[in-house]
């Protein structure tokens, strides 16, 4: 697959500085790239590698100022990485492998299980009974999917993954290796002899169209009702989401980060890594929470938080500053002191 | 299954407020609950919703004090999200599939592993040389369980569980998918050309009765001895259990939390979520220990502590109370040099 | 295997305190030794145990400043915890088991793989087309290996281990139960309608020499290019490694740390637990990261440091002992704002 730098900048509404015949024969990362490639400069850290980048073509920012002039062609468009991401979409699409096809001979599908068309199914996978699953899924090697249970039309499950009764998952998901959906919640009612009785987990996990969830993930299954993921939410790698649990639509979170019994979180919050967020809370729609935040009480909508517990993040930063500087304010404080 | 609230009330000692001949026969939260459903309020937070509900009848406290007048019955009982865990108990008995029988053909059992009466084993799974499986245990697809262990009575083991060579796990434990019991520890002894030389794992671990392991949650095995949870310990997922470290009875662990090698927590301890202890501590009996907070050094019985290095909760609050004012305080210190 | 203490003695340039002539017949933590047995003490906090122990022999230090008279036997060495662990890799090699050899029935291996000899490939393993395995590997069971995966002489895979496509994984490398290799990274470009763009991961995963990686740990394939770990580097459980991040040779890693994308991290590091790097920065050789500190900015080589963000650890500590003082030192300029 080759393009002129000039076929690109067209398709995507660009504009070309430098020579608009180069040929472009792969993608690369700016600092590894050699000739033939195109790569891309997304983030201002890495404007130094143009003066010394060998790609034939890059994109940047209709707004990136510099005095470069060479050999490189520059191809100028409104958000590089989206371009750059768009054409690897490209890329992948042209040289992807032929996925595996047909049901492997060692997949154990209990005879009331229904598998639609175009499905694939690999090694050693379990499907238990009743369960549903939609047209072109691909279920990789070694899956183990309970009963009852449902999966949209197109769906990826990558190797590996623990799918437990009654799960409902959408159509055009991406599970990743190592996720447990639908494990019991934590829950459990302090007796009187100081030990616990065992809530049991009568609920199940609801996950809609076009989510994807990261290798080892894991997400229990409800009290009563549901554990639900709406549309679009993307989950890292390690990420925790507890009993009853529900993600508003696109929001993004990233690893390693726990969400406890029953909070409800809105729609197209960033969640950074390693936060920590307690049980029956209400974060808006539109939220930030800074990386390692513990968030304790409620969120309103478009509140940006650091901190544990989280508060506004600029006001943590203020403080932090001054928490930074906190042995030469006393000394200002004690020399005050023999003044006084 | 179906009951009237007042042969709720009765079976639990409670009292009725409203119409005891009301059928109950099914189960749900409060917020979602239809005619013919039970619902409970055991958090103040969920007490506006009474006033909505579509629910039947509802359990409360004695003490809960509302005007409300129905249309649901309500049941009050001394602690109503006991009552409600037993019922939900009983539903769930009730209501539970069959569960699995037998040994499919795909397991792969030693000729040397011994496999009590009544024990259910999946398909895929492997058991090695000199296990030994007790009475009625449960083990899922998937499982992978090495040489010289004993599973006792009763046990579950949820889908794709890895057991190690001479683990020890008691009776009635339920552990979840993806968990990971007896991989070595992380240990290494520095060598002077700046490498490390591996410790070698020569010990195991012990689980003892009814202990619950949430899913993905790792266990090392000792350097030597055993990593030894005891008795009634319930742990989240994603939890972290190093070598050598000890869990005393009754003690429970939130998600995502890691304890370093050799610590020793207490019994009766409530850790929140992504709490991190170092390694060698000693934990007292009945401690607590708040969400994200990293514990440095040896905690006496009965504490409670926040932040990293952990202390006091309350001295944690009431410093983080004037560190969120920080710039006013500081203001007020400037304002007083200015004078002076 | 029996050795008298003056052999070991001999054996690592020691010198015997007592007698020389005592039998040991196998090694134990010194608080749960019996007679027979060889201790250490390498940590001061086991000193009391010196007086209580039944062990027949201890290794301490050359400088270990005691009034001990006995019964055991002194063995002074330079480092006693690099003694007891070669002693413990000896008696691991010694009483290792058979381990398990040639390629089970069950495995299924692409037939365009080479195996090379030696390998022992456990049930249920699935290979894919043109991977490699190198001479005397260990792949146990239920391991995924995807299509053009090379793995180096020695290496072993614990059970339960997913390797994709494309992944290059050096010699004597150890790999434990539940790892994910290779799956996608966490790259969404925003669109304007607040949907997400997926970013197609096309780059590789490449594990050098000697790697050791914990149960449950997460390392991601590269965008473009490879996420890198270099020679020696030492993974605990449940780490998250993103996308394109490089780790230097011999960096160790604690359990629940998570490094963001692009971030290189230097030779030599030791990072705690549950430390959070955010992406796209760059961490010299020999850093120290304390556990849960949050890294949001370059680290300079041979700097240590604590906090989020994080900064130096002493300075930290500085802040923090006065951060616990912090309503006593509000009290003092209260009581000054009165006087003026």
């Not at 809370?281 to 304790?296: E, F, P």
Request: aromatic share 6%.
């Amino acid at each position: 697959m080759n393009f002129t730098a000039l076929e690109i900048s067209e398709k995507f509404s660009g504009s070309i500085q430098g020579n608009g015949e180069v040929l472009i024969s792969r993608l690369s990362k700016i600092e590894e790239a050699e000739v033939g490639a195109l790569s891309f400069i997304a983030h201002p850290k890495y404007i130094p590698f143009l003066a010394l980048t060998k790609a034939s073509a890059v994109l940047v920012a209709h707004d990136l100022e510099t005095s470069y002039q060479g050999p490189a062609t520059l191809i100028r468009v409104t958000d590089p990485y989206i371009v750059f991401t768009q054409l690897m979409r490209s890329w992948a699409e042209f040289n992807k492998t032929e996925p595996p096809k047909g049901i492997h001979a060692t997949a154990l599908i209990d005879p009331t299980a229904t598998v639609a068309k175009g499905v694939a199914i690999g090694p050693y996978v379990t499907i238990g009974p009743k369960t549903r699953i939609g047209e072109g899924a691909l279920i990789q090697a070694h899956c183990i999917i309970g009963s009852q249970v449902t999966i949209g039309k197109g769906t990826i499950l990558n190797a590996r993954v623990t799918v437990m009764d009654e799960t409902e998952i959408g159509s055009a998901c991406i599970i990743h290796s190592g996720v447990v959906i639908g494990s019991d919640g934590f829950g459990f009612a302090p007796q009187e002899n100081n030990t616990y009785l065992k809530t049991p987990h009568l609920g199940k996990v609801i996950i809609k169209n076009k989510v994807e969830i990261g290798a080892n993930t894991t997400i229990d299954r409800a009290t009563l009702g549901a554990t639900l993921i709406e549309e679009g939410v993307k989950l890292d790698n390690l990420v925790q989401i507890a009993h009853n649990v529900e993600i508003g639509p696109h929001t993004v979170i990233a690893a390693q980060t726990g969400i406890a019994g029953s909070s409800k979180i809105g729609s197209q919050c960033i969640i950074g890594g390693q936060v920590g967020i307690a049980g029956h809370l209400t974060i808006g729609d539109n939220v930030r929470i800074q990386g390692q935040t513990g968030v304790v009480s409620d969120l309103s909508a478009g509140s940006t938080v650091q901190g544990t517990p989280a508060y506004d993040y600029r006001s943590y930063y203020k403080s932090y500053a001054l928490f930074k500087r906190f042995p030469a304010i006393e000394k200002r404080l004690s020399s005050i002191e023999k003044k006084n």
